[in-house]
């Protein structure tokens, strides 16, 4: 592969990793007063709600991005601009008429989706016309990656995010006001204040699309010159469109929601074995509260950086596929999956030592030593695994393989379920059952995909550069990193200020020692830094700190 071809797709991933990064940030500021408003039973409610949207928002279009811009970018590879633009018409009016019909289900089936939980049902409704609006959106956004640029995604995924931060702290005060003055979190108050936050997910939703919107507009004089010099002998049918559309969005769609399903199974065999226990549902919704929204939340900070080098690859792997460049395709492979694990795995670690200190900074000191804290550090090794199986699935897509992410996905998650049932039926481990089912399913998803990847590929996984160095040198930071918080915990008092310094403190030391490390031990050569994009400027700071 060359090195602007490496430096694009990894330029491209880094954009979108970046935005990612920033918008789940954004979503771990805004919790901290939301949970004050709505309280652990509120954010119980919204996170049921959200669950059952979300897997009906993977049935129906959450995974077209990924699908749209694979058909796209073959199209592009060979100069069939028609082709291209009559795939994102097909793609659009599928989103419209699937989107639709999925918010009604939602909407209307949203009593029967909660189950036990039916303080989250008015959160359910009002997210439902969510739904289509994501559908159109999502086709928009595959459109712009099967044009090889990241930039109009990242940039509608931040505004997104801040829209929404700012209308669920809002819609959430606003609905709950008829319920105050109260010293306690009530139903009402639960109820209605999830139903507010789930305004802002619509309301983020709605302007990430209109960005869009506006960036496609501008994109269309140049998409109508290529069109006019387009040689391409074969102009595909609308009803071929469709067929290749289902074929090749659907098990995408099916892979994604079987992978993120998992999520909707656990809250639903969680609420059913503790209720049935004897435990009130009012309880069983503040438990699952603080699983979905501390220790899920901030797992997923780094899986957004592998969700995004996944959409960046699909189209480099997809266009290499087609043209039948083997080697360029396993070089894309081996850089994303070294790059994923040099970042993944010291977020791990990260995450596992400053517990105490990140849950306290975020959520208040009340947390630092609670549940969700304790729940990091036994959970954080599955940032690993959920990233690596992140990546590994858009690789598969990429390549055409769209069968066999279902199916990993399909065992992955019975293995969740079996983990699940037997930790709450035989145990009263309550919460950190989900913590480990979620583990085994992401470790056994990550396993399923790299047999298959060098099954399909040939392709040879290195293994000291990619994971034992990286884990060596996020070891020697974590040590660093543990002794620091340990020293500022027993000099200030027990706080928020304790735990911003630890972070402020710890934070950009570990970083500075870890990239040390990996330079140290060669995780990248001084030729392999400088195919990297800004990789120059990297040698010439590690060359100022005497490291090469």
């Not at 100069?79 to 291209?84: G, H």
């Not at 503040?286 to 797992?299: A, E, K, P, R």
């Amino acid at each position: 592969m060359s090195k602007s071809s490496k430096n694009s797709f990894l330029m491209q991933g880094m954009i979108l990793a970046a935005a990612s990064i920033v918008c789940r940030v954004i979503g771990l500021l805004y919790r901290s007063p939301l949970f004050g408003i709505i309280g652990e039973e509120g954010m119980g409610y919204y996170s049921y709600a959200y669950n059952i949207y979300n897997i009906i928002l993977l049935i129906a279009s959450f995974s077209i991005p990924l699908a749209v811009s694979k058909s796209i970018s073959a199209r592009l590879a060979k100069r069939e601009y028609i082709n291209a633009q009559r795939i994102f018409y097909g793609a659009l009016v599928y989103a419209i008429v699937v989107g639709g019909i999925a918010s009604l289900i939602a909407y209307f089936g949203a009593p029967t989706f909660v189950g036990h939980q039916k303080g989250a049902a008015l959160a359910l409704q009002v997210i439902s016309p969510t739904i289509f609006f994501s559908g159109i959106l999502g086709v928009l956004r595959g459109y712009f990656q099967g044009h090889n640029t990241m930039v109009p995604t990242s940039i509608s995924q931040i505004i997104e995010q801040i829209l929404n931060a700012i209308f669920s702290i809002l819609m959430a005060y606003v609905l709950i006001l008829p319920y105050l003055p109260s010293k306690t979190i009530t139903y009402e108050i639960a109820r209605h204040g999830a139903a507010g936050s789930a305004i802002g997910t619509g309301v983020g939703v709605l302007t990430g699309l209109i960005f869009c919107f506006i960036i496609y507009r501008a994109y269309q004089p140049k998409v109508k010159i290529q069109m006019k010099h387009d040689r391409t002998k074969y102009i595909e049918s609308y009803g071929n469109i469709l067929k290749i559309l289902l074929l090749t969005i659907t098990p995408v769609i099916f892979s994604t929601a079987i992978y993120n399903c998992s999520a909707t199974i656990d809250q639903t065999i969680f609420s059913n074995i503790l209720v049935g226990k004897g435990i009130t549902a009012k309880v069983v919704s503040g438990f699952y509260g603080l699983f979905s929204s501390q220790y899920n939340v901030l797992i997923n900070v780094p899986v957004a950086m592998a969700s995004a080098l996944s959409n960046a690859i699909v189209p480099n792997v997809s266009a290499a596929y087609a043209l039948g460049k083997k080697d360029d395709m396993n070089d894309s492979i081996q850089m994303a999956i070294r790059f994923t694990m040099m970042i993944a795995i010291p977020c791990a670690v990260g995450l596992g030592v400053l517990n105490s200190s990140i849950n306290g900074l975020i959520f208040g000191a009340v947390y630092a030593k609670g549940l969700g804290a304790a729940m990091l550090r036994i959970g954080a090794v599955s940032v690993i695994f959920y990233c690596l199986s992140t990546l590994t699935n858009g690789i598969l897509q990429g390549m055409g393989k769209m069968r066999v992410p279902v199916k990993h996905s399909a065992i992955s998650v019975v293995v969740n379920i079996v983990v699940l049932w037997l930790l709450l039926t035989y145990t009263d481990c309550k919460t950190y059952g989900l913590v480990f089912a979620t583990m085994a399913f992401s470790l056994v998803m990550c396993l399923l995909n790299a047999h298959s990847i060098k099954k399909y590929t040939g392709f040879h996984q290195e293994i000291t550069k990619t994971f034992i160095k990286p884990a060596l040198s996020a070891a020697v930071m974590g040590v660093v990193c543990f002794l620091i918080q340990y020293g500022v915990q027993r000099v200030l008092p027990f706080g928020r200020v304790c735990f911003a310094i630890c972070v402020i403190i710890a934070v950009p030391v570990g970083a500075l020692i870890y990239f040390a490390a990996i330079i140290k031990l060669k995780v990248f050569t001084e030729e392999e830094l400088t195919k990297i994009p800004k990789g120059n400027l990297i040698v010439k700071l590690a060359k100022k700190l005497h490291l090469l």
